[in-house]
């Protein structure tokens, strides 16, 4: 096995292959036909194994695939790996780059080419940093998660769902993409909390959601504006696409099961709509689709009125 460093004459080097096994960073020496010179331990662990050569980049590379050692190839094609990395070895006097391997530990690798062509690398476990780099990332996702999910119903927040109403008027306004909304409110929702409680007004709030979701387009947009208030965004659609979205969620609309009281408890919605106008925003379509609820509701409750821009 190759465990000690063959004629270096440099003393200063061979202290610092020492140095760097006594470490347990990975070592190894290349000459300058890419043959293996020296391997420390931590290095024959990580490629050689029992491999008896030879002890070429290219037979390694291969010997370490057959044998799940070495790096992790996304694409498993080891000659494709040699193809693209064997012309790049020698480019740079020195390079550090970081690696996974088939075990799932990282490395860092340190490479240097020395005055005589050989190549030196050194490469330090960094396992424990990708794995906190990893639970810091998945922490910031479900933050972002979090910010952006309304936690009693699961759809978007008013925050998010304004948010992505803003990106589409101005896509609508750069590419003329027809954009509606419907702006819904549950009816009545008071005597829901008020003759059930609560827990039966949230359960209410979840059965809606859970209806909307499955009766809305996949790029349809909806979010939860606040209390029984929701908002549908709902791209590429004119004024009648958004009629008949709402009329489908009304249709045959199921009661709310509660479970608690053992109880079908059927309730009604009424919505506003509007189409996205040249030079609206925000403020402008929802208050047309506010002022068509606030007609919906005078009209009787549980239909759908159509906002208009203001004369």
Same mark, same amino acid.
């Given at each position: 096995?190759?465990?000690?460093?063959?004629?270096?004459?440099?003393?200063?080097?061979?202290?610092?292959?020492?140095?760097?096994?006594?470490?347990? !960073?990975?070592?190894?020496?290349?000459?300058?036909?890419?043959?293996?010179?020296?391997?420390?331990?931590?290095?024959?662990?990580?490629?050689?194994?029992?491999?008896?050569?030879?002890?070429?980049?290219?037979?390694?590379?291969?010997?370490?695939?057959?044998?799940?050692?070495?790096?992790? /190839?996304?694409?498993?094609?080891?000659?494709?790996?040699?193809?693209?990395?064997?012309?790049?070895?020698?480019?740079?006097?020195?390079?550090?780059?970081?690696?996974?391997?088939?075990?799932?530990?990282?490395?860092? *690798?340190? !490479?240097?080419?020395?005055?005589?062509?050989?190549?030196?690398?050194?490469?330090?476990?960094?396992?424990?940093?990708?794995?906190?780099?990893?639970?810091?990332? !998945?922490?910031?996702?479900?933050?972002? $998660?979090?910010?952006?999910?309304?936690?009693?119903?699961?759809?978007?927040? $008013?925050?998010?769902?304004?948010?992505?109403?803003?990106?589409?008027?101005?896509?609508?306004?750069?590419?003329?993409? %027809?954009?509606?909304?419907?702006?819904?409110?549950?009816?009545?929702?008071?005597?829901?909390?008020?003759?059930?409680?609560?827990?039966?007004?949230?359960?209410?709030?979840?059965?809606?959601?859970?209806?909307?979701?499955?009766?809305?387009?996949?790029?349809?947009?909806?979010?939860?504006?606040?209390?029984?208030?929701?908002?549908? *965004?709902?791209?590429?659609?004119?004024?009648?696409?958004? /009629?008949?979205?709402?009329?489908?969620?009304?249709?045959?609309?199921?009661?709310?099961?509660?479970?608690?009281?053992?109880?079908?408890?059927?309730?009604?919605?009424?919505?506003? *709509?509007?189409?996205?106008?040249?030079?609206?925003?925000? %403020?402008?379509?929802?208050?047309?689709?506010?002022?068509?609820?606030?007609?919906?509701?005078?009209?009787?409750?549980?239909?759908?009125?159509?906002?208009?821009?203001?004369?």
């Amino acid at each position: 096995m190759l465990n000690v460093v063959p004629d270096l004459s440099d003393e200063t080097l061979r202290s610092l292959v020492e140095a760097l096994t006594e470490s347990g !960073q990975a070592v190894c020496i290349f000459d300058a036909e890419d043959n293996l010179r020296y391997a420390n331990k931590t290095y024959q662990g990580m490629f050689l194994g029992d491999y008896d050569g030879p002890f070429t980049f290219s037979g390694i590379t291969r010997h370490a695939h057959r044998n799940g050692l070495g790096v992790r /190839l996304d694409d498993g094609d080891v000659e494709a790996f040699l193809a693209r990395t064997l012309p790049r070895r020698r480019i740079l006097p020195r390079k550090s780059f970081e690696t996974d391997l088939v075990d799932g530990r990282w490395f860092w *690798i340190d !490479q240097s080419i020395l005055p005589n062509g050989w190549i030196l690398s050194v490469g330090a476990d960094i396992t424990a940093l990708k794995q906190n780099e990893k639970a810091l990332r !998945q922490a910031h996702d479900a933050a972002l $998660r979090a910010s952006q999910t309304d936690p009693l119903t699961g759809l978007a927040s $008013r925050r998010h769902i304004l948010e992505q109403l803003d990106g589409m008027l101005a896509e609508h306004e750069a590419s003329g993409l %027809s954009v509606s909304i419907a702006v819904i409110d549950i009816d009545h929702f008071k005597t829901i909390n008020d003759g059930h409680g609560h827990d039966a007004g949230d359960t209410v709030l979840r059965h809606f959601a859970d209806m909307c979701r499955e009766r809305v387009s996949v790029q349809d947009r909806m979010g939860r504006m606040g209390g029984e208030e929701f908002l549908l *965004i709902l791209p590429g659609a004119v004024i009648d696409d958004a /009629l008949r979205t709402v009329d489908r969620i009304r249709d045959r609309f199921p009661p709310a099961r509660l479970v608690e009281d053992g109880i079908d408890l059927s309730y009604t919605f009424s919505a506003g *709509i509007a189409e996205a106008l040249a030079g609206d925003d925000r %403020s402008s379509i929802l208050r047309r689709a506010d002022r068509a609820l606030y007609a919906a509701k005078g009209e009787g409750r549980n239909c759908t009125t159509i906002g208009v821009a203001a004369e």
